[in-house]
């Protein structure tokens, strides 16, 4: 499918959920979401954008950061998150709208090297390897992407071999700037950043069933400037429209 | 408090300390130069050296990283030749912390340095002493208080750099985890009361590096 027909069935779904929720004054949505939905999300707002006249501010960073950032008060009006735990905890502090919230979207890991490395991982445990001497990982302890690779590492008993050599970035996109840049051997990241990047390649996707169960919740931010904008357009992202861009990109869409 | 907090804290202090004592040659140097001199491009070192000190230290981060990194000039000659690598690690705090305190050193040293009646150098000069000897028995001498000033103020400055260290040296907990790094770190985790503590040390580190600094800059009275 090729992008004009994509950006028309995205146009034509904004129009219609547009009309389902009755015309508004054009206003500003202002949406937190994790590093990893970037360019999925940068289309769909686009379209949206140009459907409705709303415009869409997206803040992208590490759910864990964006989490905090909303606990303090910041002003979102959406949040998609790229684990459970962190919108739990919103969820907790009573400022997430629990009858907005579902979660929509699942990725996968994989272990990228630059694309002009001769290193060859053809297994997780190659990475205990000594011609890994730094391998990046998004924050272990806080940044979503982090604790799925740490959790993995632990489960295949990895991670004492490993940890002495690893580099904790703020997001997962940092990983990918970190491997494309040649600071650093290795990478863990999500299936769909590798696949946003030419200067990095996939050297080992780890399993599904080893792997662990990443999914993506989003919900309404309660208190937030624009909940019907943002209603509207979270009824755009999970509709068969926006679950085809984000498949596009490579996640994995419930259906 | 579980976190590593006097790890941090030591480490913080001697690689902020390590990273003053590298620049003070070349920043009294400079500052000599600046100070007694006068040449045609004399405004544009003035600006280039005052750079770090008004640029976003994450810009100038982002700068050390492209220099110092495996594929950088600098961090491929430092491999080859030392066999060491500098980004991600103590290294890169090191200079990091340096380059983001160099102006503070110069301007200080500058203005340490001014203060010296030149006349002493000169009347020394004619008594037949070499340069050398004028610089290390008069002029350093003279200029001591302003000089240390300065040296306290860059340690101040390198107590607390941020933007420019995380860009190059990532946090690395036992490896290149300064105390403001730290405290973004478990501000992340929401850790906040060892935010806090980490937060008292440092400002007590740069309240205690301060205060000398203004005692030691301020002018003794006539006597």
Request: charged fraction near 20%; proline fraction near 5%.
């Amino acid at each position: 499918m090729n992008y004009l027909q994509n950006f028309v069935r995205l146009a034509g779904a904004a129009l219609a959920v547009t009309l389902c929720f009755g015309r508004v004054a054009a206003g500003e949505i202002i949406v937190f979401a994790a590093a990893s939905l970037s360019d999925a999300l940068r289309e769909i707002a686009a379209a949206y954008e140009k459907t409705t006249g709303d415009t869409v501010r997206l803040n992208l960073g590490a759910s864990s950061l964006l989490a905090r950032q909303i606990r303090e008060g910041a002003p979102a009006d959406l949040f998609c998150s790229a684990d459970e735990a962190k919108m739990d905890d919103l969820a907790r502090a009573g400022l997430i709208d629990p009858a907005t919230r579902r979660s929509l979207l699942s990725n996968s890991l994989v272990i990228v090297v630059a694309a002009d490395s001769d290193l060859k991982l053809a297994a997780a445990r190659d990475l205990a390897m000594a011609a890994v001497r730094r391998l990046a990982l998004a924050e272990p302890e806080t940044v979503p992407a982090g604790i799925y690779a740490r959790e993995y590492l632990q489960k295949q008993g990895l991670w004492e071999a490993v940890a002495g050599k690893t580099v904790p970035t703020e997001n997962v996109r940092a990983v990918l700037a970190a491997v494309e840049s040649g600071n650093v051997d290795a990478g863990i990241v999500y299936k769909t950043d590798a696949l946003s990047s030419k200067k990095v390649r996939i050297t080992y996707e780890i399993p599904h069933d080893e792997g662990p169960r990443i999914s993506y919740p989003l919900a309404i931010i309660k208190g937030g400037r624009n909940p019907p904008g943002a209603a509207r357009f979270l009824a755009l992202l999970v509709s068969p429209a926006g679950k085809s861009v984000f498949a596009k990109y490579g996640f994995l869409t419930e259906p | 408090m579980s976190f590593e907090v006097w790890q941090v804290a030591w480490f913080t202090t001697w690689v902020a300390a390590v990273g003053t004592l590298l620049i003070l040659p070349p920043g009294i140097a400079l500052g000599w130069v600046l100070a007694r001199k006068n040449w045609r491009g004399k405004t544009l070192v003035e600006t280039l050296v005052t750079l770090p000190l008004v640029m976003p230290p994450v810009a100038t981060g982002l700068v050390l990283l492209k220099l110092f990194g495996r594929q950088g000039l600098l961090g491929r000659w430092c491999e080859s030749v030392f066999g060491v690598e500098i980004v991600f690690t103590w290294r890169a705090v090191v200079i990091a912390t340096a380059v983001m305190s160099f102006p503070l050193l110069v301007r200080t040293a500058r203005l340490a340095l001014e203060g010296v009646n030149p006349r002493y150098e000169q009347v020394a000069r004619t008594l037949g002493a070499k340069p050398w000897r004028v610089f290390w028995t008069i002029t350093l001498p003279l200029a001591a208080r302003g000089l240390v000033a300065g040296a306290v103020l860059a340690f101040a400055r390198a107590l607390g750099e941020f933007g420019a260290t995380i860009m190059v040296a990532g946090f690395i907990p036992g490896r290149t985890a300064t105390l403001s790094l730290s405290i973004y770190h478990l501000f992340q985790l929401n850790r906040d009361n060892e935010a806090w503590g980490l937060l008292t040390i440092s400002v007590a580190l740069a309240f205690g590096a301060l205060w000398l600094s203004e005692v030691l800059l301020r002018k003794r009275p006539a006597s």
